[in-house]
């Protein structure tokens, strides 16, 4: 099953899975679920597993995958020159890099594994690997305890970037009542996965609201996940606080700043 064997510690709840560089272990409080989505905002024509129509989870509604090959997949490269720098600043954020590559999270799994799109997107998640990859972070680096928002690019080859965005919204749909994250050192408990508003940009978007159980089973917590598609490319953002306050959502001038620096590659 797509996603099986990989195992990463993610952060205790008040030690976000985007790391902020040492915070506290799985042992104490609360720990952060992933994010499942559901159902989430659509937009864009298609619809769940090539069918019309929205999904029942949400899900933005995507073209059909066909037999044509897709646009050429962006390389690391490319993706570098597309992504948020480090020390740039949108608004009161700042985006930075991960001191280790990556969040955290990427290595979680999910429980049953088809719902592992809305856990992570790396390597092994669907059918469809990345052929290349950029991870930033964008926080208010001195709110320790603020919001996160992981910005991943990832470039597929081939009809790979739809097939993710079909896989996308068939865990929404089949996990909206909830699943495990499994961790190296402890599980989270995903209540639920809700459709979320997805901007309005790229060739289809997708969006996510998901309610978690921190580890005492006391309090819900609540992360998003945004995934836009723009030809064979992936723009992901998920967003969590440590804390039990609902952010409403992946902050909009976020999404709006990373996907205007894409565009402006003229690779979009």
Excluded: N
């Amino acid at each position: 099953m797509f996603g099986a064997g990989r195992r990463r510690t993610r952060r205790a709840r008040w030690a976000p899975r985007t790391w902020r560089g040492g915070a506290a272990a799985l042992t104490a409080g609360l720990v952060l679920v992933g994010a499942t989505a559901c159902g989430g905002g659509e937009r864009a024509g298609g619809g769940d597993d090539g069918a019309k129509g929205a999904s029942p989870a949400g899900g933005t509604s995507a073209p059909a995958t066909g037999a044509a090959p897709g646009p050429a997949p962006l390389t690391e490269r490319q993706l570098t020159a597309a992504s948020l720098t480090d020390g740039e600043r949108i608004g009161e954020y700042t985006a930075s890099e991960y001191a280790l590559g990556a969040p955290l999270g990427e290595d979680y799994t999910a429980d049953p594994a088809g719902c592992q799109p809305l856990v992570s997107l790396a390597r092994g998640a669907t059918a469809f690997d990345p052929v290349a990859e950029v991870h930033r972070k964008v926080d208010i680096p001195d709110e320790m305890l603020g919001l996160t928002v992981s910005v991943q690019l990832r470039s597929y080859a081939g009809q790979g970037a739809t097939g993710v965005l079909k896989a996308l919204r068939t865990a929404g749909r089949d996990c909206a009542g909830g699943f495990t994250e499994d961790r190296a050192l402890a599980r989270a408990k995903y209540l639920k996965a809700e459709p979320a508003k997805a901007p309005d940009v790229g060739d289809e978007a997708v969006a996510y609201r998901f309610t978690i159980l921190d580890v005492k089973g006391e309090l819900k917590l609540y992360e998003y996940l945004t995934v836009v598609r723009s030809g064979s490319t992936t723009l992901s953002f998920r967003a969590e606080i440590t804390g039990t306050e609902d952010v409403g959502g992946v902050p909009d001038e976020i999404v709006r700043t990373q996907w205007r620096k894409f565009r402006s590659t003229g690779k979009a």
